[in-house]
T-cell receptor, first 115, second 118 residues
Framework: NAGVTQTPKFRILKIGQSMTLQCTQD?????MYWYRQDPGMGLKLIYY???????DKGEVPNGYNVSRSTTEDFPLRLELAAPSQTSVYFC??????????????FGPGTRLLVL | AQKITQTQPGMFVQEKEAVTLDCTYD???????LFWYKQPSSGEMIFLIY??????QNATEGRYSLNFQKARKSANLVISASQLGDSAMYFC???????????????FGTGTRLQVTL
């Protein structure tokens, strides 16, 4: 199993450009998440999805959009890049269990620099 | 709203010694879960240990244990017999009650950087 994969690993964007961060998981997890991690900070939830066709906002959704057409894929779209979106982006997935101790498996991250 | 506080920006520990990383939390929920993740310099997030709010015993996973003090709202991570490979950022996180909108959304602290020395 590859687990959670993210592409690209690193990207430089100009202000106003758009891009899509790709995320794929092969563990058949129903839940998927996008987080951002600013320097010296913890992760903040951008969007999450509880299954194909269902998405919801997290703590910091402004400036981003997501879609979940399949169980495996959960792309994150930046429409008009701004310097404030310079960050490391992590995708994660989990399979909910009634015990509640489900681990979120994280991808390797995408480092985005907006200039 | 949930909040996680990690007051130690950085910690040093000698190899083979034990170290405690502090985590306090704030929530009005009766049911919740607490996680610890490790982030090495390579950047990936590695799950270490989980504690449910109704678990009566402290969680343990190998050299990691979670010192859960519910009345104090603390969930400190204890690493025994530190190794050089333990040098990393450590994040405490919590989730809300099961079967609610916050069940799978994690709130993270700002992290503690641990440096293990010879």
């Amino acid at each position: 199993n590859a687990g959670v994969t993210q592409t690209p690993k690193f990207r430089i964007l100009k202000i106003g450009q758009s891009m899509t961060l790709q995320c794929t998981q092969d563990m058949n997890h129903n839940y998927m998440y996008w987080y951002r991690q600013d320097p010296g900070m913890g992760l903040k939830l951008i969007y999450y999805s509880v299954g194909a066709g269902i998405t919801d906002k997290g703590e910091v959704p402004n400036g981003y959009n997501v879609s979940r057409s399949t169980t495996e894929d959960f792309p994150l779209r930046l429409e008009l890049a701004a310097p404030s979106q310079t960050s490391v982006y992590f995708c994660a997935s989990s399979y909910t269990r009634t015990s509640g101790g489900e681990t979120q498996y994280f991808g390797p991250g995408t480092r985005l620099l907006v200039l | 709203a949930q909040k996680i506080t990690q007051t130690q920006p950085g910690m040093f520990v000698q190899e083979k010694e034990a170290v405690t990383l502090d985590c306090t939390y704030d929530t009005s929920d009766q049911s919740y879960g607490l996680f610890w993740y490790k982030q090495p310099s390579s950047g990936e997030m590695i799950f270490l240990i989980y504690q449910g709010s109704y678990d009566e015993q402290n969680a343990t996973e190998g050299r990691y244990s979670l010192n859960f003090q519910k009345a104090r709202k603390s969930a400190n991570l204890v690493i025994s017999a530190s190794q050089l490979g333990d040098s990393a950022m450590y994040f405490c996180a919590m989730r809300g009650p099961l079967n609610t909108g916050t069940a799978s959304k994690l709130t993270f602290g700002t992290g503690t950087r641990l440096q293990v020395t010879l």
